[in-house]
């Protein structure tokens, strides 16, 4: 891992704020562990309420001079930095894997949506179109255009430590806007190889200050952008409760947030779907980043007729899987972040139990060689109903709740019947069935799949979800236009002044 941190620009003690290349923080230290073994990586000075001032000054002069450039230009510099992550792929990948504990080939794959969405960005600097409109007055010509809003605050969480800002800043630097990334305190090594991976773009290009920003602190450098006037824009990835905080702060000044919180995601296994690829998908889903994805699948939803056989192909996927150090690719799952989130597992699975719930998939805390660091625990499945109160809530660990349906609606019921919307899917290869389910008497979440699981989306498709997943869009599609102000313009070319909707206004 030393060679890995070296490449990156890592040091054992890391100033955790930057105005592009200008290094610098007065704060108290954070220091990073590793869930893989429990080992110190290194560490890195937090940001004081003065260091954030001289953040946003900076950034403040930076977007004056950004938002000149022209986007095809700007483009220019976010294809050089989708390069460099190509060059330096492998060792992002295996930081985020060591920092956050996901498997090697989900940090490599977190790193490919990285580059991924600067392709995409690039093609989308030279297509920012607004449209015509046809006046309702002679002579004049009416039409609308998009202009860079200004500074983005983005805050990430730590289970996709790099991701989540590349989809925000890769989008909004095309759009003529500068960020200012407020990190997870629990993977703050991730931020700063990405801050210095974006340097030397901006070094070999002469690029001002202030373009690209770190903060790294607590959840106080968070509300330092929530409730800053001069941040139009606040994107923030995180649990709901952090949400409903952040949006009212932000309301409060008529700013505006781009909210992606919690899922409670579940897939829908019909009679007629193919076993093979449910199961994979309903396992993979569950299991993936140790159950710490918002997209992870919490719930399956099965049709009575088909879930003893369901139940017993799942136990027997999961006393397969290989629980271990995440850098070995032997390995299915890795470890929870941390030991708070340990405890977490350990009270749903209490709850669930306390609530009627059988375990049938019996999971626990792994100990001795190996599994030092204490984050290790078995995926663990248990049949439920929907209506428990845990099963209501995201349980952010490997826990996966089971139970019946009789017919379509009443799963489509029970798929809608949670607080959150993320996301959905259904296993069947019925074609009236998938219809329905996506019709708009189905899924009420933002995203719903059709014989694939829950996780994995593309930066293609724009990324959210609604009610207490907050209704924000992220990465692809037309997600491009909350980084963006509207105007409407209006222009008259003739020699009278004629007044909307036929309005007489006559003066000597």
């Not at 510099?77 to 989900?106: A, P, T």
């Not at 992870?296 to 088909?306: C, D, G, V």
């Not at 977490?344 to 190996?370: D, F, M, S």
Request: neutral net charge.
């Amino acid at each position: 891992m030393d060679k890995v941190l070296k490449a990156l620009g890592i040091k054992e003690i890391n100033d955790g704020c930057a105005t592009g290349q200008n290094w610098f923080s007065n704060g108290e230290i954070i220091e990073s562990y590793s869930p893989v073994d429990g080992k110190l990586i290194a560490k890195v000075k937090s940001a004081t309420e003065a260091d954030y001032q001289k953040i946003i000054q900076t950034a403040s002069s930076a977007f004056k001079e950004w938002r000149n450039i022209p986007a095809p230009k700007r483009g220019e510099y976010v294809r050089q930095f989708g390069e460099k992550l190509r060059i330096k792929k492998q060792e992002l990948g295996q930081l985020v894997s060591y920092e956050m504990g996901k498997s090697l080939q989900e940090g490599l794959g977190e790193v490919q949506e990285m580059i991924d969405i600067c392709d995409f960005a690039v093609g989308l600097s030279r297509q920012l179109h607004g449209l015509t409109m046809h006046s309702e007055r002679s002579q004049h010509r009416m039409y609308e255009q998009w202009h860079p809003i200004g500074i983005v605050g983005i805050i990430s969480a730590f289970n996709f430590p790099v991701a989540v800002w590349a989809w925000n800043t890769a989008l909004a630097l095309v759009c003529g806007d500068v960020c200012v990334w407020k990190p997870s305190e629990k993977t703050p090594l991730c931020s700063v190889a990405c801050q210095n991976i974006w340097n030397e773009v901006a070094k070999e290009n002469n690029l001002p200050e202030g373009i690209c920003n770190l903060l790294n602190g607590n959840y106080k450098a968070g509300e330092f952008l929530s409730a800053d006037v001069r941040v139009p824009l606040v994107s923030a990835t995180g649990s709901t409760r952090m949400g409903k905080l952040l949006g009212t702060k932000v309301a409060e000044r008529f700013g505006k947030s781009l909210l992606e919180l919690g899922g409670n995601n579940s897939i829908i296994i019909s009679p007629e779907a193919d076993l093979d690829v449910a199961i994979l998908a309903g396992v993979f889903g569950a299991v993936g980043t140790a159950g710490q994805r918002c997209t992870t699948t919490r719930r399956l939803i099965i049709h009575e007729s088909i879930y003893e056989k369901v139940k017993e192909r799942l136990v027997k996927a999961y006393a397969q899987l290989k629980i271990g150090n995440p850098l070995d690719e032997k390995n299915h799952v890795g470890p929870l972040i941390d030991k708070d989130a340990v405890k977490n597992y350990l009270t749903a699975i209490e709850n669930v139990i306390a609530e009627g719930g059988k375990i049938i998939a019996v999971g626990g805390v792994l100990e001795g060689n190996g599994y030092e660091s204490g984050c290790y625990v078995k995926p663990s499945i248990a049949e439920a109903k929907n209506e428990f109160k845990i099963v209501q809530h995201e349980t952010f660990a490997p826990v996966l709740y089971i139970m019946k349906y009789k017919t379509l609606d009443e799963a489509i019921e029970m798929q809608n019947g949670v607080p959150q919307g993320l996301s959905s899917s259904i296993m069947t290869l019925n074609l009236r069935e998938a219809e329905q389910f996506l019709s708009s008497s189905g899924s009420d979440c933002g995203i719903a799949n059709v014989n694939i699981g829950t996780s994995g989306a593309e930066i293609g498709g724009a990324f959210g979800g609604e009610k207490e997943t907050g209704g924000g869009r992220e990465s692809g599609s037309d997600a491009w236009k909350v980084y963006m102000r509207r105007q409407t313009n209006t222009i008259n070319y003739g020699t009278k002044l004629p007044l909307a909707q036929g309005i007489k206004f006559d003066i000597n």
